[in-house]
């Protein structure tokens, strides 16, 4: 950690006019609480369990006068303690933006800290006693800086342990082709293709070039700074075996299979406590507790609705947060944020002509939008697989004599692949003849699919260093074709949803169509609070726990919560259904 004299002093002076504000605010507030000590006296226990906000402004009131002032005397000594954290965290999660928020942050608190207990004064003069709680904005203030640079390590952490297995990847390619990991690190310097094991690879360069360190001993000190576990236990194996000698490409080549399969594991446990929890989640909210209001018959079924419609969004959220992600650049805001804008307003805006109908429009006006933009996932689908089959057709053609450029040219006039890869790889040989490096043309081809750039990198490599043997193919391919392998367990789980998509529509119109008729002879024999069950209820149910239904299965499938064509068919199974009660 850096030493505390060696950090800049925040100047006292800056925050002396917050702290005279601060008293002048704690004596108004006095006058003020004074003066209307009738409209918010608490008389009894029953009236402080019903009055909160009253509560509010006491609790709030005695932090003014207690705590503020102690604060602001010592504000300049405690963000010079939150300095030192940050710069603690950054050497580990190397996210310098970190510094600039605190820097932004730690010129505001002190002027929030007088406007935010101006708002007690408000609340008790107005009796609008909620301002009370703007007093909590400090706080909030200092918990988000305290916060900040944990998360940054943690996402630095989680972006590294997907970035891994391809990192060792290239590793174990460097070591076959006879080249080490200083090449490596000036290759990723100017791409994108790793960033965040990128950035540790660059501090390790650094320290070497600057300190007159070796890289050995530069990547054992990394090793023990960074935050990621895996990576630091690669790290300092791989200075180990440098330093000591060894076949460094069999040991990368084990401990790339170790991470392969603990991730194979973790990806099946993830599937089947999806499948467990979300699967008995979804069926409690869409299902049973719906049902349950009507059987019981005292139960309002329009704030059962409510639970339902304001429960719907957060598990989709977390089945979004919880699902591994992937490396590939989607665009999220014309993919999930303008679809989903348009979903929710089409759906408010039109529910009082239309009923529960709108979500049908919106559902449509969404999918529209997400059609539109179709390309880009077909894009993603299409160069991941035609990726696989160029580092096939490259180790075949290897066999026969022909260099990278040679094979690639060869692969962009045949009918293998795909015409957008065609188009791809040809403007890549286009550049290739205009002394463009390979590894830097991965990162100017526009692209959203991680694999095809990575290949794209990866190839620049080999053909750098004399163009590798077709073992390194051998290998490049079959790795390659592991990890990609991985998500299918993920992604056969998205169709466990989507049959039981189609299983709660019918359990859901079944049950409902058995217990209307109970419903509708008690109604006669027993004073009934609830509101008339109607088919517009059944609509309602039907189409949110269809819509969530569809959106948890392109999550698993996609990696975004977003509305496919194929939802359409959910749609169909509701009027199908619906129309089945007419008739009966």
């Excluded at 933009?373 to 290897?398: C, F, P, Q, T």
């Excluded at 190839?459 to 990890?483: A, D, K």
């Excluded at 989507?498 to 169509?513: H, M, P, Y």
Aim: glycine share 2%.
């Amino acid at each position: 950690m850096v030493r505390r004299n060696s950090m800049e002093k925040i100047s006292r002076r800056d925050f002396l006019a917050a702290l005279i504000s601060t008293l002048v605010t704690v004596v108004i507030e006095t006058i003020v609480i004074a003066m209307n000590i009738d409209s918010i006296a608490i008389n009894s226990v029953p009236d402080l369990l019903t009055s909160p906000f009253k509560i509010c402004v006491y609790i709030s009131y005695i932090l003014s006068v207690v705590s503020i002032p102690a604060i602001s005397l010592r504000i300049a000594d405690f963000l010079n303690d939150v300095r030192s954290v940050y710069r603690f965290y950054v050497i580990k999660s190397l996210a310098l933006e970190s510094v600039n928020f605190m820097d932004k942050i730690s010129k505001i608190l002190p002027l929030t800290l007088s406007t935010a207990f101006l708002f007690i004064i408000i609340s008790v003069a107005l009796k609008i006693y909620i301002f009370s709680l703007v007093s909590l904005i400090p706080l909030a203030l200092y918990l988000a800086l305290l916060i900040r640079p944990l998360y940054s390590v943690y996402n630095h952490c989680k972006r590294i342990d997907m970035e891994l297995p391809w990192f060792l990847v290239l590793l174990i390619v460097v070591e076959n082709i006879g080249s080490n990991i200083r090449l490596l690190i000036e290759r990723l310097r100017y791409t994108d293709i790793l960033p965040s094991i990128t950035r540790e690879l660059l501090i390790i360069d650094r320290d070497s070039k600057l300190y007159s360190k070796s890289y050995t001993v530069a990547i054992t000190e990394r090793a023990k700074i960074t935050p990621n576990a895996r990576l630091s236990d690669i790290l300092s194996g791989y200075a180990s075996r440098l330093k000591g000698g060894g076949n460094i490409s069999s040991w990368l080549l084990t401990k790339l299979d170790e991470l392969l399969m603990a991730t194979e594991f973790s990806m099946k446990l993830y599937s089947e406590r999806i499948a467990a929890v979300f699967g008995q989640l979804m069926l409690a909210l869409y299902v049973v507790i719906p049902l349950v209001s009507i059987a019981i018959y005292t139960i309002n079924i329009y704030a059962v609705l409510s639970l339902i419609i304001l429960a719907t969004p957060i598990l989709i959220l977390s089945m979004y947060i919880t699902r591994p992600k992937n490396l590939n650049s989607v665009p999220i805001t014309r993919l999930l944020v303008i679809p989903t804008i348009a979903l929710v307003t089409t759906s408010i805006s039109l529910y009082r002509f239309l009923g529960p109908h709108s979500i049908v429009l919106g559902w449509f006006a969404s999918l529209i939008l997400v059609y539109i933009n179709r390309g880009l996932m077909r894009e993603i689908d299409i160069l991941e697989k035609d990726s696989v089959e160029v580092i096939k057709i490259i180790a075949e053609l290897k066999q026969s004599g022909l260099d990278i450029v040679k094979a690639l040219e060869f692969i962009s006039t045949s009918t293998a692949i795909n015409r957008l890869t065609v188009k791809k790889l040809r403007s890549a040989i286009s550049m290739l003849h205009q002394g463009i490096p390979l590894t830097l043309i991965a990162t100017k081809i526009p692209s959203h699919s991680f694999l095809f750039r990575f290949t794209l990198f990866t190839l620049g490599l080999v053909h750098e260093c004399g163009g590798g043997s077709p073992e390194v193919f051998r290998i490049l391919y079959e790795y390659v074709t592991r990890i990609r392998a991985l998500h299918s367990n993920v992604v056969k789980m998205s169709r466990f949803f989507d049959i039981f998509a189609f299983v709660n529509i019918f359990v859901l119109t079944w049950i409902w169509k058995s217990l209307t008729p109970i419903y509708a002879s008690l109604s006669f024999l027993v004073p009934i609070t609830n509101p008339s069950i109607n088919i517009e209820i059944l609509y309602t149910v039907s189409y949110i726990s269809a819509l969530s239904y569809a959106l948890t299965s392109s999550t698993l499938r996609n990696g975004l919560p977003i509305i496919e064509i194929r939802s359409i068919s959910l749609l169909l199974a509701i009027a199908i259904t619906t129309l089945f009660i007419h008739i009966l």
